[in-house]
């Protein structure tokens, strides 16, 4: 299956900053994903990054908090804006596609980020 | 967004004793059903999933049975161990986008 790396592992971060979290993939994806899980929660799709274009976002989700890039097949960045403790949270970096299958949703680590 | 109702929130099971994961989904569209397992620190991990078309899919000590009818769709957890210790999330829908359920802390005791 892919190989997904993400930066940075953790963080704690003060409120009103941004930022950027990064996704790597050892092969080319059809599709990468964002979710978020918040303390002692489920996943939620925060949106799906779309190569070469505006990522699409879930109800709840709004551009200008979570701006998205995805300039090739492999690579991807998450930034969360203007943060506050709320935005604590572990996210995540999926994909569908390349050496996972498309059928196969595949997870990396993700970035633990403290808002305080 | 449709719900996945996941059950039980958390649950002890003796070694070697069967744990059983409970969910069910709203949304007769939905085409595909993974398991994910969770250890701290780490991120959701595939462990099986079916299609709709198949009621039942073994890969080793895991058994996922599927009710189209009802809805519902389980994990069975065979000969459990203390190494299965974890959170377990179903999840229900396209590949992409799926909707998870609320998690189920396991813990296998000795």
């Known amino acids: 299956s892919a190989v997904i790396s993400q930066k940075p592992s953790r963080d704690i971060c003060q409120r009103g900053t941004s930022l950027t979290i990064q996704c790597q993939v050892d092969s080319q994806v059809t599709m990468m994903f964002w979710y978020r899980q918040q303390p002692g929660q489920s996943l939620t799709l925060i949106a799906t990054a779309n190569q070469g274009s505006e990522a699409t976002y879930e109800s709840g989700f709004v551009i200008d908090k979570f701006p998205i890039s995805r300039p090739n097949l492999t690579f991807s960045t998450l930034t969360v804006s203007n943060m506050s403790p709320e935005d604590s949270s572990i996210y995540l970096c999926s994909v569908a596609g390349g050496s996972s299958g498309a059928n196969v949703l595949t997870f990396g680590a993700g970035s633990r980020l403290t808002v305080l | 967004q449709q719900q996945v109702k996941q059950s039980p929130q958390s649950l002890i099971v003796q070694k070697g004793g069967i744990s059983i994961i409970n969910c069910a989904y709203e949304n007769t569209a939905f085409d595909y059903f993974p398991w994910y397992q969770q250890f701290p620190g780490k991120g959701p991990a595939l462990l099986i999933a079916?299609?709709?078309?198949?009621s039942e899919k073994k890969e080793g000590r895991f058994t996922i049975s599927f009710n189209k009818s009802a809805k519902q769709f389980s994990l069975h957890i065979m000969d459990s161990q203390p190494g299965d210790s974890a959170t377990y999330f179903c999840a229900a829908g396209p590949v992409n986008k799926l909707t998870f359920g609320t998690g189920t802390q396991l813990k296998v005791e000795l």
């Open positions: 079916i299609r709709p078309d198949v």
